[in-house]
Protein backbone atom coordinates (compact mmCIF):
# COMPACT_ATOMS: atom_id res chain seq x y z
CA UNK A 1 0.00 0.00 0.00
CA UNK A 2 1.11 3.17 -1.11
CA UNK A 3 1.13 6.11 1.38
CA UNK A 4 0.24 9.64 -0.35
CA UNK A 5 1.34 12.06 0.83
CA UNK A 6 0.42 15.49 1.49
CA UNK A 7 2.98 18.65 1.33
CA UNK A 8 2.72 22.27 2.11
CA UNK A 9 5.53 24.97 1.45
CA UNK A 10 6.10 27.87 3.71
CA UNK A 11 8.74 30.45 2.73
CA UNK A 12 11.11 32.72 5.16
CA UNK A 13 11.99 35.88 3.50
CA UNK A 14 15.44 37.68 4.44
CA UNK A 15 16.89 41.33 3.78
CA UNK A 16 20.50 40.53 4.27
CA UNK A 17 20.83 38.66 7.46
CA UNK A 18 17.58 39.50 8.91
CA UNK A 19 14.07 37.55 8.66
CA UNK A 20 11.63 40.28 7.64
CA UNK A 21 8.50 37.96 6.45
CA UNK A 22 7.94 34.32 8.01
CA UNK A 23 5.61 31.17 7.36
CA UNK A 24 4.27 32.52 4.15
CA UNK A 25 2.48 29.96 2.35
CA UNK A 26 3.11 29.23 -1.26
CA UNK A 27 0.96 31.24 -3.19
CA UNK A 28 1.53 34.40 -0.99
CA UNK A 29 5.49 34.09 -1.11
CA UNK A 30 5.30 33.86 -4.94
CA UNK A 31 3.08 37.15 -5.05
CA UNK A 32 5.36 38.79 -2.36
CA UNK A 33 8.52 37.66 -3.73
CA UNK A 34 7.78 39.22 -6.93
CA UNK A 35 7.20 42.58 -5.92
CA UNK A 36 10.01 42.86 -3.59
CA UNK A 37 12.42 41.69 -5.84
CA UNK A 38 11.69 44.35 -8.52
CA UNK A 39 13.29 46.97 -5.69
CA UNK A 40 16.06 44.69 -3.84
CA UNK A 41 17.33 41.87 -6.08
CA UNK A 42 20.60 42.03 -4.30
CA UNK A 43 19.92 42.02 -0.71
CA UNK A 44 17.12 39.30 -0.64
CA UNK A 45 16.83 35.58 -0.51
CA UNK A 46 14.60 33.39 1.16
CA UNK A 47 14.43 29.66 3.07
CA UNK A 48 12.12 27.18 1.44
CA UNK A 49 10.37 24.75 3.77
CA UNK A 50 8.35 21.60 3.18
CA UNK A 51 5.68 20.19 5.65
CA UNK A 52 4.15 16.62 5.03
CA UNK A 53 1.00 15.45 6.63
CA UNK A 54 2.97 14.39 9.74
CA UNK A 55 3.99 17.49 10.47
CA UNK A 56 8.17 16.63 9.58
CA UNK A 57 9.65 19.40 8.48
CA UNK A 58 12.23 19.79 6.01
CA UNK A 59 14.00 22.77 4.95
CA UNK A 60 15.08 22.61 1.15
CA UNK A 61 18.46 24.48 -0.16
CA UNK A 62 16.59 26.32 -2.79
CA UNK A 63 17.20 29.77 -1.52
CA UNK A 64 17.50 32.38 -4.11
Known amino acids: MTKNLIES ?3 HI ?3 DRC ?3 ALP ?3 FQD ?3 KLMWVYNTELNYVEITI ?3 DNRTISDVSY
Do not use: A, P, Q, V
Open 52 to 54: DED
Open 14 to 16: YWE
Open 32 to 34: TWG
Open 26 to 28: EDE
Open 9 to 11: KIY
Open 20 to 22: IMR
